[in-house]
């Protein structure tokens, strides 16, 4: 792995745009915001929509191709507000005990999602709940078990040998903006990233 990108994941509301917006200005590395929200609404569907599953996934696929676009038009390092670990967590969380869906469909999307991950970021925050929520129009619904659960599969996901880089954990009481900016930044400068 070459790269020296820095990507954090976490599930909605637990501060990854700000915080990577925060490192982008302190470290003058360009910050690349993702922007689900709006690709979704392209596609006629908010955030906190019912859909099926073959369409989440179909979506997921959409978001996972323009956020590729995306850290793809950057020619250095980045800081970037999600990875792929966060859609693959987000589709995972859909499925329940009765959900149909293509299983090879579904294993493919994982297989890319990591393989984009590796090929992009270096580096990898996972921030934990405990901010205060604050709902936004157009933004998932805030609902604590949700928000647990997807960090919870994040959890799983960032220790996976699937990943070749590094992985910082932001701890759960670890919940102010200094604290976390100062964790990380600690993090960052060990391996040489600022």
């Not at 200005?25 to 689900?36: C, D, N, Y």
């Not at 998932?140 to 078990?145: F, H, K, M, P, S």
Request: charged share 20%; with cysteine; proline share 3%.
């Amino acid at each position: 792995m070459i790269n020296k990108n820095l990507g954090l994941c976490g599930a909605h509301c637990t501060g990854k745009t700000t915080l990577a917006q925060e490192l982008s200005e302190l470290t003058g590395i360009p910050f690349a915001r993702t922007s689900t929200s709006k690709v979704m609404q392209e596609l006629g569907f908010t955030p906190d929509a019912a859909m099926t599953f073959d369409e989440r996934l179909t979506v997921q696929e959409l978001i996972l191709d323009a956020a590729e676009e995306l850290w793809g038009s950057f020619k250095d390092t980045f800081i970037s507000d999600r990875t792929p670990m966060d859609m693959i967590a987000y589709t995972l969380a859909a499925i329940q005990g009765e959900t149909l869906f293509d299983q090879h469909q579904l294993t493919d999307y994982i297989y890319r999602c990591r393989e984009i991950t590796n090929k992009y970021f270096s580096h990898v925050i996972l921030l934990q709940p405990g901010i205060p929520l604050i709902g936004r129009e157009g933004k998932a619904a805030l609902n604590e078990g949700y928000i647990v659960h997807l960090n919870t599969i994040l959890m799983g996901l960032t220790v996976s040998d699937h990943l070749e880089g590094e992985v910082l954990w932001i701890p759960l009481h670890e919940t102010s903006l200094d604290a976390r900016v100062l964790h990380s930044l600690e993090w960052m400068n060990e391996y040489g990233l600022c």
